[in-house]
């Protein structure tokens, strides 16, 4: 059974998203195993303080390397082999390919989320990926590292319904968008499925779905 960990201050976020459809589906089958590690629990002192200003002065606050080192360890004694990957918008920009070859691995996964303006640079020491969903800013690694989970998570075999349906979805072949699909009824507002796709003709319907797959930019 794969084992994703995750290190966060908001473990809250994660509830809808990794127990619903797939997520909960890929659990239900023990293909995968979610543990949220709350960076709160490694904060210092009473207040259980995680962040602080940047030396050499700026604006916003950094999440201090000692609580990010302790909660890594945290997830490296459940699982001493897993990866450590860093949620940073200066990270490899993810894909269909990237989620592909992660889920074929078979590693186990610690993502830390980051939050604040960014991170101590020490913890880069622990990092052996790091990972950006986009070339813009989000408040926080929470969507992007379950954007990541869910992309890597359905690709494991048997998590996903249909077997054909990973292969011929969009982006699989990293650059072909999918076709434009219908279903019942045959008019809908006036509305009509094209007629090729009742024709039961398959080399027609094949050459039509080839015809009107989009190319990614
Ligand atoms: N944290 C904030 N923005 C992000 C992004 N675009 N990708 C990954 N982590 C992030």
Redesign the pocket.
């Known amino acids: 059974m794969r084992k994703i960990q995750v290190i966060t201050l908001f473990p809250e976020m994660f509830e809808g998203v990794l127990n619903s459809s797939m997520m909960w589906k890929a659990q239900d089958q023990k293909a995968v195993e979610f543990r949220m590690i709350n960076l709160r629990d490694f904060g210092l002192g009473l207040r259980k303080r995680v962040d602080d200003t940047p030396y050499g002065g700026g604006d916003g606050m950094l999440l201090m390397a000692e609580p990010l080192f302790a909660a890594i360890n945290d997830g490296k004694k459940f699982d001493p082999t897993a990866k450590v990957v860093l949620?940073?918008?200066r990270?490899m920009r993810w894909k269909q390919s990237l989620a592909q070859t992660w889920s074929d691995s078979n590693d186990d996964y610690i993502f830390v989320c980051?939050r604040y303006e960014g991170y101590d640079e020490r913890i880069m020491t622990l990092v052996d990926e790091q990972?950006?969903?986009?070339d813009?800013?989000?408040t926080?690694?929470e969507l992007?590292a379950m954007t990541i989970i869910d992309s890597i998570v359905r690709l494991i075999p048997g998590v996903l319904g249909g077997e054909n349906s990973a292969a011929i979805e969009s982006f699989s072949d990293g650059e072909t968008l999918e076709y434009p699909q219908y279903t019942r009824p045959e008019v809908f507002n006036g509305l009509e499925v094209p007629k090729v796709l009742l024709s039961g003709n398959h080399g027609e319907i094949a050459k039509w779905r080839a015809e009107n797959s989009l190319k990614a930019e």
């Open positions: 949620m940073t918008p990270g980051g990972v950006s969903v986009g813009y800013v989000l926080g690694g992007p």
